[in-house]
């Protein structure tokens, strides 16, 4: 049973270019959550999805930031016009019913580097 | 607000020695708290959480957490440190009430195990 998936594990842009990153959850699970890491920080929250809705998207930031989970495919977390300040680890987890109980199980992270 | 606080930034023990990572945690009705660690490089994984019952909580390689509600504390332990818990060992909890979506971590602390 593979555990989360994310790719690429690390990315590099240029400012004002376009980064994707992609997550694909556990079998099984329906619940995906995107969190940002600073260095030598813990994990904040960003956006909370279920397949092809957008439950809680309180931590994202207002603009160039977007996600979705789609009926088929990954989870993708999407963020426009890069800056330097988005330089940072990205985790993605899953969880197989999104209850507070839950536990949340973590991919490796994407690293993204803004030059 | 709810919160969790790792007051220790860094917690240095000598193999073999029992070792203790603190949490405190500041919630509006019944916690639910989480342990999880992170490797360099790697995403977070689980160790243990509390819902409801038992003070004491065991988990995955030999950690276990003990649930305080007068103190609302939720110290990780172990019993006999191993070189290879160094790692960074981040504390969270799952607000009750709202959006069963985000996780709230603390800061981080960094266990460093001397051989």
């Known amino acids: 049973n593979a555990g989360v998936m994310q790719n690429p594990r690390h990315l590099v842009r240029r400012r004002g270019q376009e980064a994707r990153l992609r997550c694909s959850p556990m079998k099984g699970h329906s619940h995906v959550y995107w969190y940002r890491q600073l260095p030598e920080e813990g994990l904040k929250f960003m956006v909370y999805?279920?397949?092809?809705?957008?439950?809680?998207e309180s931590g994202m930031p207002k603009e160039r930031f977007s996600a979705e989970f789609p009926k088929e495919g990954p989870s993708i977390l999407r963020i426009q016009q890069v800056v330097r300040g988005d330089s940072a680890a990205y985790f993605c987890a899953s969880s197989p019913t999104g209850g507070h109980t839950d536990t949340q199980y973590f991919g490796p992270g994407t690293r993204l580097t803004v030059l | 607000a709810q919160s969790v606080a790792q007051p220790e930034d860094q917690v240095n023990v000598a193999e073999g020695n029992p070792l203790t990572v603190k949490c405190t945690y500041s919630v509006s009705g019944n916690p639910y708290l989480f342990w999880y660690v992170q490797y360099p490089n790697r995403g977070l994984q689980f160790l243990l959480k509390y819902i409801t019952g038992d003070n004491l909580v065991k988990g995955s390689y030999g950690f276990e957490a003990e649930f305080n509600k007068s103190q609302t504390s939720f110290h990780l332990k172990k019993p006999s440190a191993l070189v290879s818990d160094s790692a960074l060992y981040f504390c969270?909890?799952?607000?009750?009430?709202?959006?069963?979506?985000?996780?709230?971590f603390g800061s981080g602390t960094r266990l460093s195990i001397r051989p």
């Open positions: 999805l279920q397949k092809e809705n957008i439950i809680d």
């Open positions: 969270a909890v799952s607000p009750v009430g709202g959006s069963a979506s985000k996780i709230i």
